[in-house]
């Protein structure tokens, strides 16, 4: 990953800046998990203005996309920035800094609804929902303090939250494979 995108968004009194994150976001998702747009695993992103302490959790207004020149290039030729450019700076590739430091940047998933928990309990234990709700309580629902973008799943069209991680620094890249979100579970970004 020597190359870089950065798409920052424009200030916008109608739109506040985590919904356009969300638009843009979406739509660099649909391109990614595109098998025409042939860039599956070959860009990464990261938010390099985020905020994920204190009462802060945002995503920041920039969205940046990592990978080589050519898949980079490829992906800016494509369309996908339709209905967003009003609401974004042209975005150009250029080099990676020579001296970055690196993170992972990860998707982050919570067991965050119980009564799911206790019917695919039910499910594999063949247990009634009186045994179930007595082996996961409502206490067990966990909540997440990290940011994250609102997207729709294109297969079951129910919104959820991806809530993103940005990981510890690090001096030396992990290479890996990125899902069709831009997001690994181990491999690293450029961080500057």
């Known amino acids: 990953m020597d190359h870089y995108v950065d798409i920052t968004l424009r200030p916008d009194p109608e739109f506040p800046a985590p919904l356009l994150m969300n638009a843009l976001f979406a739509k660099l998702h649909r391109v990614l998990a595109s098998r025409d747009a042939g860039l599956a695993g070959q860009v990464a992103v990261s938010f390099p203005r985020h905020a994920a302490t204190g009462r802060l959790l945002h995503l920041g207004d920039r969205l940046r996309l990592h990978g080589q020149a050519t898949g980079?290039?490829?992906l800016l030729a494509q369309d996908w920035l339709a209905g967003m450019r009003d609401h974004t700076q042209p975005a150009t590739v250029a080099a990676v800094p020579a001296?970055?430091?690196?993170?992972?940047?990860?998707?982050?998933?919570?067991?965050s609804s119980p009564e799911r928990l206790r019917r695919r309990l039910a499910r594999r234990h063949h247990l009634d929902a009186t045994e179930a709700?007595?082996?996961?309580?409502?206490?067990?629902?966990?909540?997440?303090?990290?940011?994250w973008v609102q997207l729709r799943s294109s297969s079951t069209g129910q919104s959820f939250r991806l809530f993103i991680e940005h990981g510890p620094l690090l001096p030396h890249p992990i290479p890996g494979t990125f899902s069709p979100y831009g997001l690994s579970l181990g491999a690293t970004v450029p961080w500057f």
């Not at 001296?99 to 067991?111: D, G, K, L, M, Y």
């Not at 709700?133 to 940011?147: E, Y």
């Open 133 to 147: 709700a007595l082996r996961i309580p409502d206490s067990a629902a966990q909540t997440l303090r990290l940011p």
């Open 72 to 74: 980079l290039t490829a």
């Open 99 to 111: 001296t970055v430091q690196h993170r992972i940047v990860r998707r982050v998933q919570a067991q």
